[in-house]
């Protein structure tokens, strides 16, 4: 069985940083894309990062590059998401996916129901 956990979340003040961290069991964690998603009260799911099997590529959603880096751990089946400078619009669930293709922006529209379904989602608050 496949699942997916999220952890890290919290709340920060703006400016500051939060290291998210997914753990996948179940699954072959070094053939799969993996990114992260994040969906804020009353708004649709929106994709965050993603980053290729062998971390070789990665992709950013504009409002987000330069301030998050994504990493995975192929060993520990963990993928991570360094988040800084926050900003109280970063405030959201944040669910990481795991999927074939390649890590591009059109990986998220096309993802549908990731590899083993969706985490429970680790909440980031960010205070002005």
């Known amino acids: 069985q496949v699942q997916v956990m999220e952890s890290g979340g919290g709340l920060v003040q703006a400016g500051g940083s939060l290291r998210l961290s997914c753990t996948a069991s179940?699954?072959?964690?070094?053939?799969?894309?993996m990114g992260w998603f994040r969906q804020a009260p009353r708004k649709e799911r929106e994709g965050v990062s993603c980053?290729?099997?062998?971390?070789?590529?990665?992709y950013y959603v504009g409002s987000v590059k330069g301030r998050f880096t994504i990493s995975r751990d192929n060993a520990k089946n963990t993928l991570t998401l360094q988040m800084n400078s926050l900003k109280p619009e970063d405030t959201a669930m944040y669910y990481c996916?795991?999927?074939?293709?390649?890590?591009?922006?059109?990986?998220?529209?096309?993802?549908?129901?990731?590899?083993?379904?969706w985490g429970q989602g680790t909440q980031v608050t960010v205070s002005s």
């Open positions: 980053i290729s099997w062998s971390a070789g590529s990665t």
């Open positions: 179940g699954l072959t964690f070094n053939a799969y894309t």
């Open positions: 996916a795991a999927g074939s293709g390649f890590c591009s922006d059109s990986w998220f529209s096309t993802l549908g129901t990731p590899y083993g379904g």
